[in-house]
């Protein structure tokens, strides 16, 4: 049977962009489970929730004083977290648009944020000021349960993985701390890392790191299984997202320049430059400038409706997918 | 009336009559009239209450109310009754049953009255009262207050010693004296201690009361006159020698009212003095020499004295005598003077003037002791006088330098400062310090080799304008210009002069910094008075604070929505001393030489949210569970205890990686960790290898479920073969 995760079956078709958002968007994440809905994040302060088939606006979540930097979506979908500016992060209920819980704690803005545990009973978090903290959700306790300071500067991301909690850092390295074994392992990348992703069976991550290079690494050795760059990828400046896709056969990531590029991770080969920009085939083959406008910061990808979402400094959201 | 009346209507039935329902016999009682008050009325039996001391409804009997114990008479307390010895023996074993002793102890049969006498028999006291200074035992004048700190009545060290020596309390100290007993005339003599005569106190009269008067008795003191023995009418008669003794000593054993009336306070209730009688109220000694009775029969019955000495009488006898013959008396101790002594007549009084002055200086007598400081400047000649060293220290005038001529040392080869001065330099300094006495100016020139040059002494005035700057200080900021940044970046020239001022305040080079073409003096002045703040503003962080902060490796990630920065592709390091991780990672070398471990420790709460085994290190219970992760993967089970379960962990996902498909079907197939991944192809080599993964899994520690118990959960692949469908494809 043929696998219907084959990287050419990419879908490449913008058929929605979503506009509702008056600054940069930081943050995307799809609903969990068959990810019906699109959460986005965004320097406006607000965390609005789209129905990206429809284009639909449903709901707009506001309580942050800051924008918001990141975003998690619990399994059930019941909650989601997300964190930004205000040191916080905050816990809502999807359904009434409400924060559940608000984790203070931390002395920097909050970079990155992802569920954890089993039944997602603590909150993982990365912070500006160099710690990562793991926040119970189970109880009623307001402090950290744990608190990890080994990273020497920014933690810029967050990923989580089984017992396994990986934290980038702006010091150059990845540290992966195993639960089970009680140990970090400390992978050291070179450059600012900017975004982190874990493969589905936890034994490989996806790093961005600001030398304009997107690597795979293995977790048990620590090798480089793949690097993806390109001619034209730039990303030295810019917290820039990038993630797995097609069942982790494709990685995507967007550039600075507004265009997404999408490789793929058996080959390495860039397989599409997409626009995210709005008019940038034109542009592009003009040769325009890039602003920080055209950065597309995030993206993500709906594993169950093969669709994915590029979002950036222009403050709007494209939803791509097959083109019939 | 077979219903029960209650007694209210009882008693408004029989109201007029009524007033003694229960009187059979005799004649009743005069009727109960509510509003009469009388306390000796009868009031009914059903109203009379018992109360106990405290007014509560108790109901007591015998002494203080009869017996009342525990709780309502009863055994218990409020909260019921425990025996006070049981001890929970499922709590604590009984354990300080044991200590606590099994049998009662003496409180527990106590009642409040024997609990307070107990309590009272518990008070700490002294031994024996207090006496203060000078007062006599039983005499309430010195009690009470700071007087009973000071001296511990009772009998001294010096009264035991004397009761060694066979002294008795009451008897008088010496050899014993031959005499007949007192009052027996005619008797044999016997040994007889000798009389304990009194210490007579002899004190200035003060006052202005006639001789023997002591004044009125205080109220408060007639309770305790009247309680005396009356005995001491002898003391009375001792009175008249020791007229003046103290007041506090001499109370007055009668009342002596003023003769305006007598209050009902003073009443003593004695008949025998009549308050009214006219005449003076003083009780002098009307009869003087008139023998006395006495009660006791001498001194034979010192022993029933009371331990205390009291002042004891001095037989009429002797002072008889003292006031007749003047020359030849006894001793107060009874005894004749010594031989060759006479005893005098006048009044020992301390104040009076010294009788025996210091005798007269003869005039003229001149002392061959007296000080001959001053002498010596004036007659250095006359007989050598002392003199202390420091003295003539003083009064030395030589100088070090005289003092080598007098010596005849060799003059140093050293010169004074004040050798190459000018007379006008001098002229300053003097003024400067305020000594007048320094040594003078000899202007003298620089010896050969050290003249300063003309352009020394101007570059010396420029040394001047360089500001003053730590070497360390100075050091670090270089090092920091060297490593990193430095200020005035943006001017080079600028920069170049900073560094060499660095360089030159590091000690690195000797000459002066240069200047920038156009910089008057001053301004280069300016210029390097500002370097030095610098430095000290952009010296590296040190110690614990270094250690806290760090450069950002590179730049680190702007968001998008960041404000632009131009120069910030500008701040790149350069120089920076990489670690060999990084240096790695630069030449893409990732692996073990990227790699690095660093033992952590999760703590247990943490481990069970994520439903993981903590690890070693946290030193988890490894009661339970090892089966989980025995069936793992065909490993065998010796293996599983002498390899760490994790790093087993690991060995089975790397292997498992390189057995995944590379090629071909294309991709990373996930192994299906979470969520049911894998299940696109839906075949069954994904819900094997889903299942082994499962499998690999260590032994979770899962608080609902016990494996033990529900025995084995079928695999997920059985559960997909029954209810599996399509649409679980993600």
């Keep these: ?324 | 009336m077979s219903s029960k009346r209650s007694r209210a209507a009882f008693e408004t039935d029989h109201a007029p009559p009524a007033h003694a329902p229960y009187a059979l016999y005799g004649t009743p009682l005069p009727a109960y009239d509510l509003d009469a008050r009388d306390d000796g009325s009868y009031v009914p039996i059903w109203k009379q209450e018992v109360t106990d001391e405290r007014g509560r409804k108790r109901l007591h009997g015998a002494f203080t109310g009869g017996f009342s114990a525990g709780y309502f008479n009863t055994v218990g307390s409020k909260e019921g009754w425990a025996p006070s010895t049981f001890v929970s023996s499922r709590a604590n074993r009984a354990k300080d049953g044991k200590a606590q002793s099994q049998g009662q102890r003496v409180e527990e049969f106590m009642d409040e009255e024997d609990l307070a006498e107990q309590a009272e028999s518990q008070k700490l006291e002294t031994q024996g009262g207090f006496a203060g200074l000078g007062s006599g035992s039983g005499d309430g004048g010195g009690k009470g207050m700071f007087a009973d700190l000071f001296r511990a009545e009772g009998e001294t060290m010096g009264v035991k010693l004397l009761q060694r020596m066979g002294w008795r309390q009451g008897q008088g100290v010496g050899p014993r004296v031959k005499r007949r007993a007192q009052g027996d005339d005619k008797g044999e003599a016997h040994l007889f201690a000798p009389v304990n005569a009194p210490m007579i106190t002899i004190s200035r009269k003060t006052d202005h009361k006639g001789l023997g008067f002591a004044g009125e008795e205080k109220l408060e003191n007639e309770a305790l006159s009247t309680g005396r023995d009356d005995d001491d009418d002898d003391e009375r008669d001792a009175r008249i020698l020791q007229s003046n003794r103290s007041k506090v000593l001499t109370k007055p054993k009668k009342v002596k009212t003023s003769s305006l009336g007598v209050g009902v306070l003073n009443d003593t209730g004695s008949d025998d003095e009549d308050p009214y009688v006219m005449g003076p109220q003083i009780s002098y000694n009307r009869i003087i020499g008139g023998d006395k009775k006495k009660k006791k029969g001498g001194i034979m019955a010192s022993n029933a004295v009371p331990a205390v000495s009291r002042p004891v009488f001095t037989s009429k006898k002797l002072t008889q005598r003292t006031a007749t013959s003047a020359g030849f008396r006894k001793c107060h101790d009874g005894r004749l003077p010594l031989d060759g002594f006479v005893l005098s007549l006048a009044p020992l009084t301390i104040t009076e003037e010294n009788k025996h002055p210091p005798p007269e200086v003869p005039p003229g007598w001149q002392s061959t002791k007296t000080s001959t400081a001053g002498s010596t400047t004036t007659d250095p000649n006359s007989t050598p006088t002392f003199t202390s060293t420091a003295d003539a220290a003083k009064l030395s005038t030589l100088n070090p330098t005289s003092r080598t001529a007098l010596l005849g040392e060799q003059p140093l080869p050293g010169k004074s400062i004040f050798d190459y001065l000018s007379p006008a330099t001098r002229a300053k300094l003097a003024t400067a310090t305020g000594h007048s006495n320094l040594p003078p100016a000899r202007n003298e020139r620089a010896p050969a080799g050290f003249e300063a040059s003309e352009a020394d002494s101007k570059r010396r005035t420029l040394w001047d304008l360089v500001p003053a700057l730590d070497k360390e200080t100075a050091g670090a900021a270089l090092q920091r210009g060297k490593t990193g940044w430095m200020p005035y970046a943006e001017d080079e020239g600028k920069r170049e002069r900073y560094r060499s001022f660095l360089e030159l305040k590091a000690g690195l080079r000797a000459d002066l910094p240069e200047r920038a073409e156009g910089f008057g003096l001053e301004a280069w002045g300016r210029e390097m008075g500002e370097f030095a703040q610098a430095a000290e503003v952009f010296k590296p962080i040190s110690g614990l604070m270094a250690t806290r902060f760090t450069s950002s490796a590179s730049g680190a990630p702007r968001l998008a929505s960041d404000a632009i920065e131009p120069a910030a592709a500008a701040r790149v390091e350069r120089g920076r001393s990489e670690d060999p991780a990084e240096k790695a990672a630069k030449m893409g070398m990732f692996g073990p030489l990227t790699r690095s471990k660093v033992p952590f420790y999760p703590t247990r709460l943490l481990c069970k949210r994520f439903n993981v085994r903590p690890p070693a290190n946290v030193g988890a219970d490894r009661d339970e569970g090892g089966g989980g992760g025995a069936e793992g993967g065909g490993a065998g089970n010796k293996r599983l205890e002498v390899v760490n379960q994790a790093s087993l962990d690991r060995m089975m996902r790397e292997a498992n990686w390189e057995k995944r498909p590379v090629a071909g079907e294309g991709g990373f197939v996930s192994g299906g960790m979470e969520g049911g991944s894998g299940g696109d192809g839906g075949g069954e080599a994904g819900g094997k290898e889903e299942e082994l993964a499962r499998e690999r899994l260590p032994a979770e520690v899962s608080v609902d479920t016990n494996e033990a118990l529900e025995g084995r959960k079928a695999g997920e692949a059985v559960f997909r073969a029954i209810f599996g469908d399509s649409d679980e494809e993600e």
């Excluded at chain 1, 967050?158 to 400390?186: K, T």
């Excluded at chain 1, 056969?249 to 999408?262: E, L, N, P, T, Y």
């Excluded at chain 1, 626009?275 to 709906?302: F, I, L, P, T």
């Design chain 1, 1 to 324: 049977m043929s696998r219907t995760t084959h990287p050419s079956s990419f879908p490449t078709t913008p058929f929605t962009r979503l506009t509702t958002h008056t600054a940069p968007v930081h943050a995307l994440a799809f609903s969990s489970g068959s990810g019906q809905y699109l959460l986005t994040g965004s320097q406006d302060r607000s965390i609005r929730l789209f129905n990206p088939t429809s284009s639909k606006l449903i709901q707009t979540y506001s309580a942050h004083g800051y924008g918001v930097l990141d975003l998690a979506v619990s399994t059930d979908n019941s909650r989601f977290a997300s964190a930004g500016g205000d040191k916080v992060v905050f816990i809502w209920d999807v359904a009434s648009a409400a924060t559940v819980r608000r984790f203070q704690g931390h002395a920097g803005r909050v970079n990155g944020v992802r569920f954890a545990g089993e039944g997602d009973a603590v909150v993982v978090s990365g912070s500006f000021d160099g710690t990562v903290r793991c926040w119970d959700l189970r109880a009623r306790g307001e402090r950290a349960v744990m608190v990890w300071g080994e990273a020497r500067d920014s933690v810029s991301c967050v990923a989580v993985a089984g017992g396994s909690v990986w934290a980038g850092s702006v010091d150059g390295r990845v540290r992966c701390y195993d639960l089970r074994a009680g140990e970090v392992e400390v992978d050291c990348l070179g450059a600012s890392v900017t975004s982190l992703g874990v493969t589905g069976a936890g034994d490989g991550y996806l790093v961005s790191t600001l030398d304009s290079k997107i690597r795979l690494m293995d977790c048990g050795s620590g090798a480089c299984l793949q690097k993806f760059g390109s001619e034209g990828f730039v990303n030295e400046e810019y917290r820039v997202r990038s993630t797995l896709g097609m069942g982790d056969a494709v990685a995507i990531s967007g550039g600075q320049d507004g265009r997404v590029f999408v490789w793929d991770v058996l080959s390495g080969e860039v397989m599409h430059r997409l626009w995210h920009k709005r008019g940038g085939e034109a542009e592009g083959a003009m040769g325009g400038n890039s602003g920080k406008r055209d950065v597309v910061s995030a993206v993500a990808w709906n594993q169950t409706r093969k669709m994915w979402a590029s979002a950036g400094g222009d403050g709007e959201v494209v939803v791509w997918g097959k083109g019939d």
